[in-house]
């Protein structure tokens, strides 16, 4: 059965950093590219960032490329968005997604092109 889950999250202060992780259960997609998104209150999901399956190509929304760092750990299906310097604009609920297919999303940042969803994780900057 197929689970997509997040972990991580919380509450922050500005400056602060978070860790989110994204473990994927299902035998095959745990090879696939995985990306993550966000979606602040009363705005549209935006991307955040995307690593391939290996691990060797990444992407990063490029206001967020100063401050979160995406990696992939081999040995289990798991990804990892490392946040910070946190800023109040950067709270939301956070998803991790899947593409059925196991080619790198194109373009990454694009919602239409991930399958599967996690539930997301909150995250609240506030001071």
């Known amino acids: 059965q197929l689970q997509i889950v997040e972990s991580g999250g919380g509450l922050a202060q500005p400056g602060e950093t978070l860790f989110l992780a994204c473990t994927v259960s299902e035998f095959g997609l745990e090879s696939h590219a995985i990306g993550w998104f966000r979606q602040a209150p009363g705005k549209e999901r935006e991307g955040v960032s995307c690593?391939?399956?290996?691990?060797?190509?990444?992407d990063i929304a490029d206001s967020l490329k100063d401050r979160f760092v995406i990696s992939r750990d081999k040995d289990k299906p798991t990804v990892y968005l490392e946040m910070n310097n946190l800023k109040p604009e950067d709270t939301g609920v956070y998803y991790c997604?899947?593409?059925?297919?196991?080619?790198?999303?194109?373009?990454?940042?694009?919602?239409?092109?991930?399958?599967?969803w996690g539930q997301g994780a909150q995250v609240t900057v506030s001071a």
């Open positions: 997604a899947v593409p059925y297919g196991s080619w790198y999303p194109a373009p990454w940042n694009s919602v239409s092109q991930y399958d599967y």
């Open positions: 690593i391939s399956g290996s691990g060797d190509r990444s």
